[in-house]
């Protein structure tokens, strides 16, 4: 800590505080425009300018000079306030002064100080910008004319977002902010640029001329979409929705999202929202009440009783699937489950044998803490992209390590001495296997591991996984996986993340297995910065996991009891199974044979449409819960709207769905949480008071043990191609397709290739192709890119209109061929 | 697309810079060279070479006034435009210059063979009014003499 002086204050700051920085902590506001607390010091724009007396008076900027002991500071004299309206008015000479039609006044940092420095008169005149605005992305409007060339975009855009797709061009007097070869931006929509610019230049084009930002209500939610949990502000008006709003102080991430959260709210107020229920009646899906709709589910669940079977999203709250379940439970249903049950087997079967716990011991926190990041799959930026960010930052900032093993390069791939290993599909397993073998081999071994249970079986089941053996399959040469094995069990804090998902069933219980031995082994738990982190898949699915909501046959065997009779009555609670779960057809047959399919949703999805009952439900902007995020933050959501039409929380419908069963029906979401909190291990004691507004963490108890994954072989078709599916950045679960921003940028499906499979068949970008499994064939348009290797197609989930189940059946690699 | 040799020449020379970024001036000028001008395949180029992103070279491509993100003529003709020069008559010679080539400022003859181009200060002014053509600078160029310098340009490049 240094002493000094702030205007006559006596202060101390830490000793690597700016001027700015130092002020600030001690409550003394110094204005900004070009800096940004995320984002490394700059000095661009002078607004910042104070005196300083060491250094004989002389202006120097707060953001970017360092404090030092003694230093006698003024932020406000009559100089200074000269000097900051003259910067001001350099500023507003070219600038095109257009406020009463731009979307950012009221939030514009130019205009505030302009009006907190009284700055209405220019002592000087010069011609104002013509430069041409940017319509060309449906997400984000570039009007240059406004800039004052902070450089904040171009800046977040590489430092936290890494994708580099802005900065200064023609610099001097023209200066500009521009995108490669001066054409349309076109990138991943994250948004970020727009948050952090402090004027009209970038702006979101959804919300243009929707409100002003002062008539807006700013509602604090967490967002519906990846597990990341990122909160979120909503911009309200009239009880609509109309935008997300930047808070730098919000959340772990400080404010930073997705294309996802950030541009993918307007499901919330979408005109497709069901608004009424729907009952089947000759054959076609009509309005009904209430009080019909839930009479007919009551009559029927207690006429099913044992052969209803009930899959749930991960998307409801806790306190829905607590009250889901205990509508199971009145009602005699013994098989339910959600994420189509394999999504969740690497917890609850794998976590839960290797850790003794269906969660993951390591939090998002631990990233950018970490010495060495090992992740499985550069898809971990398409699913998670805001924990993309964190590795970014780690990579970038802390000099992190980064080592990836994937069977695609991404991203990820390009981030500074990244090690991306790229592997035949479906050998991940076995490569884990064979870097704990070298661990062992090598004497890497960690003092705690040999304690563990399942130590010695463990030592003789991985003979067999010498890189040697290993590398003969799968496309990595023995030396690779010795020099990554050592890598990793060199670091000092080493952690290991992978996705989970619909679209990753190759991402099972096993893989989670090999991933904790490989971390036992190493000793890798336990330490800030190291560990294991599993990334779930959608906002609640680890609340899923915890509230187990998971009894019976399994997802799996459920479709298949429809389809055999043996199930007659299915709930759907916001599944769309027909296009998320493997096998259109044979989905699509348990649907059409059950005899009795209530579906409770918030759009007519293609499987809704099925439906005998449709019961309108809610979004999550409207109802009050909590959800627990893939490192098991806890977080508490609030309505931030009405209900939408007469629709009804899942949690309302369960519940009087108990009491026409003659149950009890649950008081408020409050009061389940009490009840979770009292009854679920990690979140005894929590309250909505504590868990606040950064939510709280379920702590996780680990029993360690050694469990040997089993390693599935590969069968290799010859002369076809190896499709693996996935999630696209821009979306998440099926979900986002009604979120206008996601489906403006990535409106379809497509098949990505390789540029030598494409120049062997002569397949051109967008060229319509047939895509031919065993299991059907279906087309997708073509889109080639250098990331995937030869033979290595790669195709999203997420798209009802042309689903990828029509050729996936479920395998972690599906063997296709492609026609013209 | 560059031939083969010139690239691993180009390769080299980055490996022996101490940043990749330093040796960007030395790339963009080589290919600058060999096409004329920096074309959009010649900043994909640049990047590769040096390991940057396009829009990287394209930020340093656009800094530099000798660099030419746009088609030019064989000789390229820069007249100063900065404070000695004009008081000294910069601004009149300039004017001259587009009268004698028949072309506006910043455009190309209709040969191809002369771009002419404003410019900041050449470290000529002593000379002022100052003109560069390729790496060669002159001075002092008066209006009057505008003709009599196109002239002596087009002989001795013929
Ligand atoms: S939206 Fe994101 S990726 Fe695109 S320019 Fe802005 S910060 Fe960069
Ligand atoms: S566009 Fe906005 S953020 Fe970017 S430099 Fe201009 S004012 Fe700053
Ligand atoms: S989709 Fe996930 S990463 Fe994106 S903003 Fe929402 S929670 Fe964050
Ligand atoms: S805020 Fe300090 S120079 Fe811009
Ligand atoms: S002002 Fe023209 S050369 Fe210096």
């Known amino acids: 800590m240094v002493n000094l002086t702030i205007d006559d204050k006596q202060v101390t700051a830490p000793k690597t505080a700016t001027i700015y920085e130092a002020a600030k902590l001690n409550g003394i506001a110094i204005p900004i425009l070009c800096h940004d607390k995320k984002l490394k010091p700059f000095g661009a724009c002078r607004m910042c300018l104070v005196e300083v007396e060491q250094m004989k008076g002389r202006q120097i900027p707060a953001c970017t000079t360092p404090v030092t002991e003694g230093m006698i500071i003024r932020t406000s004299t009559p100089d200074i306030v000269k000097a900051r309206k003259m910067v001001l008015e350099l500023l507003l000479l070219n600038h095109p002064i257009d406020c009463p039609v731009c979307d950012k006044a009221g939030d514009c940092d130019l205009q505030n100080l302009t009006y907190e420095y009284k700055v209405d008169a220019n002592r000087f005149t010069d011609e104002k910008f013509h430069h041409e605005i940017d319509y060309n992305n449906p997400l984000i409007e570039r009007d240059m004319n406004r800039c004052v060339l902070c450089g904040k975009c171009a800046r977040i855009c590489d430092e936290i977002v890494s994708f580099g797709a802005l900065t200064f061009i023609s610099r001097g007097i023209e200066t500009k902010i521009g995108c490669e070869f001066d054409e349309a931006l076109n990138c991943e929509f994250c948004g970020s640029c727009v948050s952090v610019c402090p004027v009209g230049s970038l702006l979101a084009r959804p919300f243009k001329f929707k409100a002003r930002f002062w008539s807006l209500t700013k509602n604090k939610s967490v967002c519906g979409y990846c597990g990341t949990g990122c909160n979120l502000t909503l911009g309200v008006k009239d009880n609509k929705v109309l935008t997300t709003l930047y808070d730098e102080n919000q959340g772990f991430h400080n404010g930073q999202l997705c294309v996802r959260g950030r541009f993918g709210y307007q499901f919330i107020n979408s005109d497709k929202r069901l608004t009424k229920p729907l009952v089947r009646k000759n054959g076609k899906l009509e309005e009904a009440g209430w009080d019909e709709a839930l009479e007919l589910v009551a009559a029927r669940l207690k006429d099913a009783g044992a052969s209803t079977a009930a899959l749930a999203t991960a998307r409801l709250t806790n306190e829905e699937l607590v009250v889901f379940k205990q509508l199971l439970q009145t009602a005699g249903c013994g098989n339910y489950d959600h994420s189509a049950g394999y999504a969740h087997a690497a917890l609850t079967e794998g976590f839960a044998g290797s850790f003794g716990a269906s969660a993951s011991p390591s939090t998002i926190l631990d990233i950018q803490k970490s010495d060495l990041l090992l992740v499985i799959k550069t898809d971990a930026y398409e699913t998670h992209p805001v924990v993309g960010f964190e590795i970014n930052m780690a990579v970038k900032n802390k000099g992190t390590l980064l080592k990836i093993l994937t069977d695609k390069s991404g991203k990820l791939s390009k981030l500074p001495d990244a090690r991306t290993l790229v592997h035949t599909p479906g050998s991940e397993i076995a490569i884990i296997n064979s870097l704990a073998k070298v661990i062992l081999d090598n004497k890497l071994v960690d003092a705690s591991a040999a304690a563990l249970p399942g130590y010695a079986a463990l030592e003789k089941e991985l003979a067999a996984f010498t890189p040697e053996a290993v590398s003969a399959q799968c496309g990595l040469t023995a030396v690779e996986i010795k020099l990554l094995a050592s890598a990793y069990a060199t670091a000092e804090k080493a952690l290991i993340l992978f996705p989970v998902g619909q679209a990753y069933p190759g991402h099972t219980a096993a893989l989670a297995n090999a991933v904790a031995n490989l971390a036992l082994l190493a000793g890798k738990l336990g330490k800030e910065g190291g560990g294991v982190l599993c990334l779930s898949e959608k906002n609640n699915s680890q609340g899923a996991v915890d509230m187990g909501f998971q009894a019976g046959i399994g997802a799996g065997r459920i479709i298949d009891g429809c389809a055999d009779g043996s199930i007659t009555t299915l709930f759907l609670a916001g599944e769309n199974p027909l296009v998320s779960y493997p096998d259109h057809a044979r989905v699509q047959a348990a649907l059409d044979k059950v005899e009795f399919l209530v579906v409770s949703e918030m759009f007519l999805t293609e499987t809704a449409a099925m439906a005998d009952v449709v019961l309108p439900v809610c979004s999550f902007a409207e109802k009050e819960g909590t959800f627990t995020a893939t490192d098991r933050r806890v977080q508490h959501i609030k309505p931030a709207i009405r209900k939408v039409g007469q629709s009804r929380s899942d949690f309302e419908i369960f519940g009087a769905l108990i009491a026409k069963l003659g149950g009890v029906a649950p008081g408020t979401p409050a009061s389940v949480f009490a009840e979770i909190s009292a009854t679920v291990p990690g979140y005894t004691g929590m309250s909505y008071a504590s868990l606040g507004v950064e939510g709280q963490f379920a702590p996780v108890e680990l029993k360690p043990a050694f469990v040997m994954p089993n390693a599935p072989a590969v069968t290799v078709e010859p002369g076809k191609l190896a499709l693996v599916t996935g999630s696209a950045l821009y979306h998440n679960g099926t979900l986002s397709q009604y979120g206008e921003g996601p489906m403006h940028v990535c409106p379809e499906g497509y098949v990505e290739i390789s540029r030598a499979d494409a120049a062997a068949s002569r397949f051109a970008e967008n060229d319509l192709l047939t895509v031919s499994s065993a299991g059907g064939s279906m087309k997708l348009k073509a889109h080639i890119s250098a990331r995937m290797p030869q033979g290595v197609v790669f195709a999203p989930y997420h798209f009802g209109a042309n689903p990828v189940n029509q050729v996936w059946s479920g395998a972690p690699v599906t063997w296709i061929t492609l026609a013209k | ?158």
């Open chain 2, 1 to 158: 697309m560059i031939p083969e040799h010139m690239k691993q020449e180009l390769v080299k020379r980055v490996s022996g810079a101490i940043t990749n970024r330093e040796a960007a001036v030395d790339v963009m000028k080589e290919l600058q060279r060999h096409y004329g001008w920096l074309s959009d395949e010649a900043v994909q180029e640049a990047a590769d070479v040096l390991g940057l992103s396009p829009l990287q070279v394209e930020e340093l491509a656009t800094f530099y006034e000798m660099i030419y993100r746009r088609p030019v003529g064989r000789h390229v003709i820069h007249v100063c435009d900065s404070v000695s020069c004009w008081s000294m008559g910069g601004e009149s010679l300039l004017q001259q210059l587009e009268r004698v080539l028949e072309v506006n400022v910043g455009a190309t003859t209709a040969d191809g063979i002369f771009t002419l181009l404003p410019c900041c200060c050449l470290g000529n002014c002593g000379k002022a009014p100052a003109v560069m053509v390729g790496e060669r600078l002159y001075g002092p160029v008066t209006p009057e003499g505008a003709e009599a310098f196109i002239k002596g340009l087009i002989e001795s490049s013929a």
